[in-house]
């Protein structure tokens, strides 16, 4: 799903990013994050490393995809 022109694009919004970027649009990630939620629940964070950008921003929509109770989301934010 990478694309090198928005790759180009969003590493300029930013600068000082020190993570690796593919290029993944957010619609994208979005649709890849409910699908896994609702496949694997939370151990699809199980399933990505902090490797590149779109991984890192993939955990956190998984978490907001997940909706579960505020006691067992709490401590995934804490750890993302």
């Known amino acids: ?3 090198s022109k ?4 969003s590493s300029a919004l930013l600068p000082g990013l020190k993570t690796p ?5 957010l619609p ?3 649709k890849l ?5 609702r496949q694997h629940g939370k151990e699809a964070l199980n ?3 902090d490797e590149t950008f779109e991984e890192r921003m993939l955990q956190g929509m998984i978490i907001g995809a997940l909706k579960p109770e505020p006691e ?3 401590p995934l934010i804490k750890q993302f």
């Open 1 to 3: 799903m990478a694309d």
């Open 6 to 9: 928005y790759r180009k694009f």
């Open 21 to 25: 970027m593919l290029g993944v649009r």
């Open 28 to 30: 994208a990630l979005r």
């Open 33 to 37: 994050a409910k699908e896994l939620a």
């Open 47 to 49: 399933l990505l490393t």
């Open 72 to 74: 067992t989301v709490f």
